[in-house]
């Protein structure tokens, strides 16, 4: 179990960028969690998937952001044109089933 | 719709001092209700969980929460702080399983000598 990876840890970038994230979930687990962080809130869902299979989509993603989870395997989310209102710290998380999610140390993007 | 309360934004204790972290959560059934701890730059850790039955629940690293119905509260407790439990805490709320977790916003401890 080497746990989930998260790439990049730290990104900062101009604003009306695009950004790319990756997760690596626990290889045997099914599911993908995608969660923002902002400052001083707890996490909020995005979206997660069952193998390549997008189940379900927070409101809260909006057309500027897609996950895609091609193989079952890894995920990206990707932000188009980003905004100020984007910074956050990004987690990912997976589990086996619906079983307890285990995450990784998050992403965190700055806009400038 | 779930949500939760964490009334405290921040909490000192000091080290061996015993410790009680509020959550009030909302929802129209019998929730499932989660505490996570997360410690700087990292992710979030599962401590306990209540599903059913017996109210009062043990977690990891010593902790225990108890579910009250009538009040609508799962609180987290320890006996006894130690300087590694420095950290923030958050309560959170399902309606069935791990899916569609709703979270609190977090209580940030500090343990001093």
């Known amino acids: 179990d080497t746990g989930v990876s998260q790439d990049p840890r730290h990104k900062i970038t101009k604003r009306g960028q695009n950004v790319t994230f990756r997760c690596d979930p626990i290889?045997?687990?099914?599911?993908l969690y995608w969660y923002r962080q902002t400052l001083g809130q707890g996490p909020e869902f995005l979206t997660y998937?069952?193998?390549?299979?997008?189940?379900?989509k927070s409101r809260l993603l909006s057309d500027r952001f897609s996950a895609e989870r091609p193989k079952g395997s890894f995920s990206t989310l990707e932000i188009q044109r980003t905004e100020q209102g984007d910074s956050a710290m990004y987690l990912c998380?997976?589990?086996?089933?619906?079983?307890?999610?285990?995450f990784g140390d998050g992403t965190r993007l700055s806009i400038l | 719709a779930q949500s939760v309360t964490q009334p405290d934004i921040h909490i000192t204790v000091s080290e061996g001092a015993s410790l009680e972290l509020r959550c009030n959560y909302s929802?129209?059934?019998?929730?499932?209700l989660f505490w996570y701890v997360q410690s700087p730059g990292q992710g979030l850790q599962l401590l306990l969980k209540?599903?059913?039955?017996?109210?009062l629940v043990q977690g990891i690293k010593g902790f225990e929460a108890e579910f009250k119905r009538s009040q609508s509260s799962f609180n987290l407790r320890k006996p006894s702080v130690h300087w590694s439990d420095a950290a923030e805490y958050f309560c959170?709320?399902?309606?069935?399983?791990?899916?569609?977790?709703?979270f609190g916003t977090g209580t940030k401890l500090q343990v001093i000598p």
């Open positions: 929802y129209g059934a019998t929730p499932y």
């Open positions: 959170a709320v399902a309606p069935g399983g791990y899916q569609k977790v709703t």
């Open positions: 290889s045997e687990h099914n599911r």
């Open positions: 998937f069952q193998n390549e299979a997008q189940l379900e």
């Open positions: 209540y599903f059913s039955g017996d109210t």
């Open positions: 998380a997976s589990s086996f089933g619906d079983q307890p999610q285990h």
